[in-house]
Nanobody, 123 residues
């Protein structure tokens, strides 16, 4: 199972980015996917998770109302639309998958990870 994250970059405060996480494996398309981020010197923290459809999502309070997680099952891809970005959103963003339909918010709950994509928000 391989996850490939992309879409990171440098953006000004208040800007937007959309991250993508493509699944090249043969795991169930409905399994939960999560987004996490890690700032330098900080622990990896939960951002958002999605279940088998776009109605089954969960967000950290810090991103609620600004970020939207979605999935395109036909493309086996999960997206993270990030709006109104601020410097505190800077970090390496990772997508993760777990062999379960239940959403998780802790890194230990996820079985495999993508390589990460850097998001930098300038003030």
């Amino acid at each position: 199972v391989q996850l490939q994250a992309s879409g990171g970059g440098l953006v000004q405060s208040g800007g937007s980015l959309r991250l993508s996480c493509a699944d090249s494996g043969s795991t169930s398309n409905g399994y939960a996917r999560g987004w996490f981020r890690q700032a330098p010197g900080q622990e990896r923290e939960f951002v958002a998770a999605i279940g088998r459809d776009n109605d089954y999502t969960y967000y950290d309070d810090s991103v609620k109302g600004r970020f939207t997680v979605s999935r395109d099952s036909a493309k086996k891809t999960v997206y993270l639309q990030m709006n109104n970005l601020g410097p505190d959103d800077t970090g390496v963003y990772y997508c993760a998958g777990r062999f379960s339909y239940v959403l998780g918010h802790r890194p230990i709950e996820y079985n495999y990870w993508g390589q990460g994509t850097q998001v930098t928000v300038s003030s």
